[in-house]
């Protein structure tokens, strides 16, 4: 079965702190994902990557940063958290087709909401 | 740049009634895919259905189906015989391929309310 695990599904930081989120899928998946999820404005992606060392600036990569170091794993830095980060932080993965192969859907995970005080 | 636009922030259904959650998307993309997700209080994202650009026909799953107009660019998600479990935060997606993957795009969300 599908599985896609988040390290923690609440986490509380203090403003200035290095928060390390990390993300494990077992599907030997070739791209994964991270969003932020906020009300009003649905999911968002920070980050995503393709292959291991391999990531792609999203939509709002700003105070964040990512590592690949291995294919099941994908991790999400804040290096400086601050309360406007305050929010769900939800890791996927989807398989890779190819081109001219159907895309597929993401398999998420349970989310981690971050606190920052 | 992809865009998806759910103009209902919420709805309500009477249980066993049909609902239909809004979705329109903004692409110049050849090729694309469409996709609904189910947000239970819990978290968890689930995925619902699959529409591709080039299927003729629309995407059907249980008693989900998706009503797909190319032309008018939406793609409506319609649940037939609600049930209570239903109620749910409900986000549209679009994906397209990138140079060595590719990404997603959601919605801001429609909350479904089944009221018994």
Redesign the interface.
Known sequence: DVKVTQSSRYLVKRTGEKVFLECVQDMDHENMFWYRQDPGLGLRLIYFSYDVKMKEKGDIPEGYSVSREKKERFSLILESASTNQTSMYLCASSPWGGRGLPVWTQYFGPGTRLLVL | AQK?T?TQ?GMFVQEKEAVTLDCTYDTSDPS??L?W?KQPSS???I?LI?Q?SYDQQNATEGRYSLNFQKARKSANLVISASQLGDSAMY?C?S????N??????????TRLSVLP
Do not use: D, L, T
Request: avoid cysteine.
């Open positions: 998806i759910q922030p694309y895919g996709f997700y978290g968890e994202m995925f699959y591709g986000f997606a994906s397209r391929v990138v060595y993957g590719q990404n997603f795009v959601f919605g801001p969300g």
